[in-house]
């Protein structure tokens, strides 16, 4: 029996004869991801902003009605409430922005929340209050600086990694590739304006994760070509690399898109900003792989003395005596 594959074996596909003008068009993306970010901003959910919680469980209830919840606590007009079910599926959590000036004065989130609880009794009789929990401005601020240094220490260290593991050069195209994945990310959800918490940060991580994962496969073959075929031109050993490992890369993104796309589909709506830069991540990490962190070997000068500079220097002593 056959086995199913979606790309050939002897695939020969010069992908690094269009290195430039993609090389270009990713650096402007990247440029255009970062002005997006500052001049629009991100929709910095109550992690990051300050908020509050509230838990309500619906007694005699098998589910909590979200929608319509959704609605009678967006009337009152404090913003749009995020509901999701914590727990039993008659179990809700009732997230909200801080209402302006609770900073200053603690007693206006207490009037936001006895209001809504208030109405939320007023429409449901079986509602019960678990608990309220507030996040303050400061205390959120904390949190969005303690993420976004968790990013940027994770990929410092990841091409620290790819540095010790293979050469320098590596080390630099992985970390091209990581900032261009994270910053076509940022750029989705500043132009999108969707809503930008800690489960993006987590999906930022996991993006980091599976670009990092592809790029390394990637480099693998590049050093394991290196040394077998010393006097190809980089141009097309990097061809050749990436070729051989098209299959594998082809196979990983395909199964997980199928199962992304679905949860896209018919997922639900709590998760989506969090399904959406994933599978935003999957294509964007997957080209990076090829059109990034493979190239940019050429510019910084990888040869095929890059991992047997001794077995070079031999040959060239052996060429001198003869």
Not at 38 to 62: E, K, P, W, Y
Not at 145 to 154: D, H, I, M, Q, R
């Amino acid at each position: 029996m056959r086995l199913l594959k979606l790309v050939p074996d002897d695939t020969n596909i010069h992908f690094l004869k269009w290195r430039l003008p993609f090389f270009i068009i990713s650096g402007l993306l990247v440029i255009a991801s970062w002005t997006l970010v500052a001049v629009h901003g991100l929709n910095m959910g109550v992690d990051f902003v300050g908020g509050q919680m509230i838990r309500v469980s619906f007694t005699q209830s098998a589910t909590a009605p979200i929608a319509a919840l959704r609605g009678e606590v967006e009337a009152l007009g404090y913003g749009e409430p995020i509901i999701q079910t914590f727990g039993k599926p008659n179990e809700i959590s009732i997230r909200m922005r801080l209402p302006a000036g609770s900073e200053k004065n603690a007693g206006i989130a207490d009037a936001m929340s006895k209001t809504i609880t208030a109405a939320i009794h007023a429409k449901h009789a079986d509602a019960r209050v678990d608990g309220v929990d507030s996040v303050s401005g400061k205390v959120s601020k904390e949190l969005g600086w303690t993420a976004f240094k968790a990013l940027g220490l994770s990929a410092i260290a990841i091409s620290i990694y790819i540095w010790y593991r293979f050469e320098w050069q590596f080390g630099i195209g992985a970390l091209v590739s990581l900032v261009h994945d994270v910053s076509l990310t940022m750029g989705m959800f500043a132009i999108t304006q969707m809503e930008f918490d800690l489960t993006i940060v987590a999906a930022i991580l996991t993006i980091i994760g599976y670009s990092l994962n592809d790029t390394i496969v990637v480099y693998d073959r590049i050093r394991e070509n290196l040394k077998k075929f010393r006097r190809m031109p980089i141009p097309e050993l990097l061809d050749l690399s990436v070729n051989e490992t098209l299959n594998r890369t082809v196979m990983t993104s395909a199964m997980m898109l199928i199962t992304l796309l679905s949860l896209l589909l018919f997922g639900p709506k709590v998760i989506f900003g969090f399904t959406a830069a994933i599978t935003l991540g999957i294509f964007v990490g997957t080209y990076s792989s090829v059109y990034m962190a493979a190239p940019i070997l050429i510019w910084l000068k990888v040869t095929g003395s890059s991992f047997v500079p001794g077995e070079v220097a031999a040959d060239k002593a052996a060429g001198q005596k003869a």
